[in-house]
């Protein structure tokens, strides 16, 4: 079958023994795509009767990319998957996850990885061509999660790699697996799972070329995705001003959560954290990913003052929502700020900045008392940086209690705190808002993973 190698790599990291496992034509094509395929492995791997625990080492962590991977199509040749039981929800989790990860690993010869057991120390697996080593992990302990990627890069001579910071290692349950600085799989905690098989990293390099059954459709489907993309006013606004360039706009609709989701409109907060102010202030310039035309991500600089941050990937829409209109941030820089630590820490944007939104609205109304010193209020943001840390630190008292996402910490704040929290089956809401647009009320409802924005695309259902 074209397009894909036929295999998968899978390893056992109790014992280190790794195989190949052949993959037959007929479940590419009945499982199609890579989350589909990880579904089908994970639902004949699961022992229903025991009920496994997210964090043991009878879950798996599965990275699986798709028929499109690989390809030149914008927006689908760099995706990847990846899939295990969420820490987060305790039910089916996934993140998909842009950067080059997924096209190396597939011109390394394998169309997926499938982790299971767990190290008795840190390890990172480095794949070359075919070649596979688990190697210790030792000296990348405590990285984060651009520092690992610059030395595996430079010491082991691999093109990209996955890794988790330390809010992986510390399991928190919003942690995130990040690629190439910028791309990260984001949701369901998944970088949680990867730190409790203290699995650090994977580095992977692969020169081998992906043959398709017929390059020359593709190349006709590319020319016309982006003709038409050339067309479309969202395409020509992402590539001006990024995803954030939509805030503005979207909060006219009524579609950008403000303060912990309890405002519709605000007006500073609007013009300061929007894609058009980052091009007037920060922007260095704009980047697109392998196959794309449209140059949607931010590299970004923050010259002075204490968020400076050297040259590095901007916020995104989430970013500047989560942590900027829905904990009333009404700064850019210091927007920018948490985004590169919440990066390097590695750990979901939306459940964390949906997570400490929730701790302030408790704060304010008097049901969170223990916060370690630190003063919790809507637009602190010096405060919300460092409790950004005491989170991925897993800082004892409320670092500990955030780092288990807003249900858990409902739970066990009581005192009716759960008629702040914003949640679907446990996973943060992204920050679009479903009372500007219904249809994604009825997404956020029923998608298999919790509260998901990209399952179907609800956004203009009214
Ligand atoms: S540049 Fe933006 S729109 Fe293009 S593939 Fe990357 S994330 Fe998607």
Same mark, same amino acid.
């Given at each position: 079958m074209k397009g894909y190698n036929g295999k998968i790599l899978e390893v056992d990291l109790t014992s280190k023994i790794f195989r190949e496992l052949i993959i037959k034509e007929e479940l590419y094509r009945k499982y199609l795509g890579g989350t589909g395929l990880a579904a089908k492995i994970l639902f004949d791997n699961y022992d229903f009767k025991k009920k /496994? @625990? !997210? *964090?043991?080492?009878e879950n798996l962590l599965i990275f699986m990319t798709g028929p499109?991977?690989?390809?030149?199509?914008?927006?689908?040749?760099?995706r990847f998957s990846v899939c295990s /039981? @969420? !820490? *987060?929800?305790?039910i089916w989790g996934e993140a998909s996850c842009g950067g080059r990860f997924g096209i190396q690993l597939k011109k390394a010869g394998f169309d997926g990885i499938v982790i299971k057991g767990v190290s008795d120390s840190p390890v990172f697996i480095k794949i070359v061509d075919g070649n596979v080593e688990i190697k210790d992990a030792s000296r990348l302990w405590n990285k984060d999660t651009y520092e690992v990627y610059d030395i595996l890069r430079k010491e082991e001579g691999v093109a990209t790699s996955l890794s988790i910071g330390i809010a992986g290692e510390n399991k928190v349950l919003f942690a995130n697996i990040a690629n190439e600085p910028g791309n990260y799989a984001g949701r369901c905690g998944l970088g949680a799972v990867m730190g409790s098989k203290n699995l650090k990293a994977i580095g992977v390099k692969g020169t081998k070329s992906i043959e398709f059954a017929d390059s020359k459709k593709i190349d006709k489907l590319r020319k016309n995705i982006i003709e038409k993309q050339r067309e479309n006013i969202i395409v020509q606004t992402l590539k001006e001003f990024g995803t954030d360039g939509g805030l503005p706009v979207l909060m006219m609709l009524g579609d950008v959560p403000i303060k912990n989701w309890n405002l519709g409109v605000w007006d500073e907060g609007s013009e300061e954290l929007s894609g058009m102010n980052m091009s007037e202030t920060i922007l260095i310039n704009k980047k697109a990913c392998?196959?794309?035309?449209?140059?949607c991500k931010r590299a970004v600089k923050v010259n002075e003052g204490k968020y400076k941050i050297e040259k590095g990937p901007g916020p995104e829409y989430e970013t500047c929502a989560s942590f900027g209109t829905l904990c009333y941030i009404d700064d850019l820089k210091a927007v920018t700020k948490i985004n590169e630590l919440c990066n390097r820490y590695g750990m979901d944007t939306i459940s964390c900045g949906g997570t400490i939104a929730f701790a302030i609205e408790c704060a304010e109304a008097g049901i969170l008392k223990n916060t370690n010193g630190l003063k919790l209020s809507f637009g602190d943001a010096d405060a919300i940086l460092k409790l950004v840390e005491m989170i991925a630190k897993r800082d004892k008292g409320i670092g500990n209690l955030l780092a288990d996402g807003s249900k858990k910490a409902s739970k066990k704040i009581?005192?009716?705190?759960?008629?702040?929290l914003v949640e679907v089956k446990g996973l943060e809401v992204p920050m679009h808002d479903p009372r500007a647009f219904h249809g994604l009320g009825l997404e956020y409802a029923i998608s298999n993973r919790g509260a998901c924005h990209v399952n179907s695309y609800q956004m203009f259902v009214l």
């Open positions: /496994i @625990s !997210p *964090l043991s080492a499109l991977t690989a390809t030149r199509l914008p927006g689908c040749a760099t /039981i @969420s !820490p *987060l929800t305790g392998f196959g794309c035309s449209i140059s009581g005192k009716e705190s759960e008629k702040f």
